[in-house]
């Protein structure tokens, strides 16, 4: 797997990496053995930046993922995320304070058996706190030794800026796809302009390649079309699309032989004639269907 910067923060990583929300039973029961296994499996063959986050299972896939690692913590480039919570009255919500983040950052890594981690994400951000206060507790975390960069989750781009004035940011993620695209406008400009990494979750657009709505399927078309004269899959060409965009893909699965199939994306190359062909298809606000359920996506984009 050939290895890739994450903006300028001196942080590298796979090219593709791997999500580890979907071995948590958030997406139906998961068999543990067969979770670990793939995940070593992702190990095995490059995909090193390996990112949770505590509210995944409420603290199980990150439990998971400690376990996987055990004696392999060298070989990973260890995410997680922090700040989603949830309320009393069971709506979702979310905490900014340092004190939170401190507490859950420990809290973290005492689940996955670690002293610090790679990369350390504000899960979403909260109105209520100043980004800069927040961003300031985390760089204290930072000059502590129990992370070695941060980086914000879903953030609007004036709040990225001023966060990464308080202290350098190594990434941004949010959900980045061909059907997905949103980000393009304002955020991955602003991102290569200071530096800082683009990670892109549900890269595979949460089942999209399923063609589970009408209207979805009939875009597939096109990708099909396209993997099939490149001799590859259309996950594949969907990945291999995103690398050309300057992103690190972290596509999840539960099951080894796709881990195998994702890391084959690093290695294909799409002449500029399949990207123009597949960005006529996908133009932004092609896909049907919504990202997040209402109480969620009012969390986005702040």
């Given at each position: 797997?050939?290895?890739?910067?994450?903006?300028?923060?001196?942080?590298?990583?796979?090219a593709?990496?791997?999500?580890?929300?979907?071995?948590?039973?958030?997406?139906?029961?998961?068999?543990?053995?067969?979770?670990i296994?793939?995940?070593?499996?992702?190990?095995?063959?490059?995909?090193?930046?390996?990112?949770?986050?505590?509210?995944?299972?409420?603290?199980?896939?990150?439990?998971?993922?400690?376990?996987?690692?055990?004696?392999?913590r060298?070989?990973?480039?260890?995410?997680?995320?922090?700040?989603?919570?949830?309320?009393?009255?069971?709506?979702?919500?979310?905490?900014?304070?340092?004190?939170?983040?401190?507490?859950?950052?420990?809290?973290?890594?005492?689940?996955?058996?670690?002293?610090?981690?790679?990369?350390?994400?504000?899960?979403?951000?909260?109105?209520?706190?100043?980004?800069?206060?927040?961003?300031?507790?985390?760089?204290?975390?930072?000059?502590?030794?129990?992370?070695?960069?941060?980086?914000?989750?879903?953030?609007?781009?004036?709040?990225?800026?001023?966060?990464?004035?308080?202290?350098?940011?190594?990434?941004v993620?949010?959900?980045?796809a061909?059907?997905?695209?949103?980000?393009?406008?304002?955020?991955?400009?602003?991102?290569?302009?200071?530096?800082?990494?683009?990670?892109?979750?549900?890269?595979?657009?949460?089942?999209?390649?399923?063609?589970?709505?009408?209207?979805?399927?009939?875009?597939?078309?096109?990708?099909?079309?396209?993997?099939?004269?490149?001799?590859?899959?259309?996950?594949?060409?969907?990945?291999?699309?995103?690398?050309?965009?300057?992103?690190?893909?972290?596509?999840?699965?539960?099951?080894?032989?796709?881990?195998?199939?994702?890391?084959?994306?690093?290695?294909l190359?799409?002449?500029?004639?399949?990207?123009?062909?597949?960005?006529?298809?996908?133009?932004?606000?092609?896909?049907?269907?919504?990202?997040?359920?209402?109480?969620?996506?009012?969390?986005?984009?702040?």
């Amino acid at each position: 797997m050939r290895r890739v910067p994450l903006g300028r923060s001196g942080l590298e990583v796979g090219a593709v990496g791997f999500g580890a929300w979907g071995l948590s039973g958030d997406y139906g029961p998961a068999d543990e053995r067969e979770s670990i296994a793939t995940l070593q499996r992702a190990l095995d063959v490059g995909l090193d930046l390996i990112d949770t986050a505590d509210q995944y299972g409420d603290g199980d896939n990150e439990s998971l993922v400690g376990r996987a690692l055990a004696g392999r913590r060298s070989e990973a480039v260890l995410a997680t995320k922090a700040g989603l919570v949830r309320e009393s009255n069971g709506a979702v919500g979310v905490c900014g304070r340092p004190d939170y983040l401190r507490g859950a950052l420990e809290r973290s890594l005492a689940r996955l058996g670690v002293d610090a981690v790679d990369l350390y994400y504000l899960h979403r951000v909260d109105l209520h706190v100043p980004i800069e206060e927040t961003v300031g507790g985390l760089a204290e975390l930072v000059g502590e030794g129990k992370t070695r960069f941060i980086g914000l989750s879903e953030a609007a781009p004036e709040t990225i800026r001023r966060a990464h004035a308080v202290h350098p940011l190594a990434a941004v993620q949010s959900e980045y796809a061909l059907w997905t695209r949103e980000p393009e406008e304002n955020v991955l400009p602003l991102l290569r302009e200071l530096g800082i990494g683009f990670v892109a979750f549900s890269p595979l657009g949460r089942g999209f390649l399923a063609g589970a709505l009408p209207r979805n399927q009939v875009l597939l078309e096109p990708l099909i079309a396209v993997a099939e004269r490149v001799g590859a899959t259309p996950a594949q060409v969907a990945l291999a699309w995103l690398l050309r965009q300057g992103a690190v893909p972290i596509p999840g699965t539960r099951r080894a032989t796709r881990v195998d199939e994702n890391a084959g994306a690093a290695e294909l190359t799409l002449e500029q004639a399949d990207v123009e062909e597949l960005e006529r298809a996908f133009p932004a606000g092609a896909a049907a269907g919504a990202r997040y359920p209402a109480e969620l996506e009012v969390l986005v984009g702040r």
